[in-house]
């Protein structure tokens, strides 16, 4: 088993930045991909961006990419996802997920493991 924990979420006006954490616990981190989903009120939840621990290799949907960034701590079993230039559209839970394979990463279907969330508001 493995626990997720996210943290960093908060209210911040367009334009601004926040860094959230998913702290790992439990069972080895490092051959999973770990990644980043949202969801919005009365909307399904969306794929954000994705790292996989082997290769470091990363990923990001659309909307996020040049603004966001996942990174990651092997020491500390945490994966980061650092927000920039922040907009009323990425208002949010944020959620932290992690799989077992190589599945696909940008399906949610394809996480075993899922944090609490954790909330990001823009304000315009």
């Known amino acids: 088993q493995v626990q997720l924990v996210e943290s960093g979420g908060g209210l911040v006006q367009a334009g601004g930045s926040l860094r959230l954490s998913c702290a790992a616990s439990?069972?080895?981190?490092?051959?999973?991909?770990t990644g980043w989903f949202r969801q919005a009120p009365g909307k399904e939840r969306e794929f954000v961006a994705a790292?996989?621990?082997?290769?470091?290799?990363?990923y990001y949907a659309d909307p996020v990419k040049g603004r966001f960034t996942i990174s990651r701590d092997n020491a500390k079993k945490t994966v980061y996802l650092q927000m920039n230039s922040l907009k009323p559209e990425d208002t949010a839970i944020y959620y932290c997920?992690?799989?077992?394979?190589?599945?696909?990463?940008?399906?949610?279907?394809?996480?075993?493991?899922w944090g609490q969330g954790t909330q990001v508001t823009v304000s315009s």
């Open positions: 997920a992690a799989q077992r394979m190589y599945r696909l990463y940008y399906s949610a279907s394809s996480y075993d493991y």
């Open positions: 439990g069972r080895t981190f490092s051959t999973y991909i």
């Open positions: 790292l996989t621990w082997s290769s470091g290799s990363t």
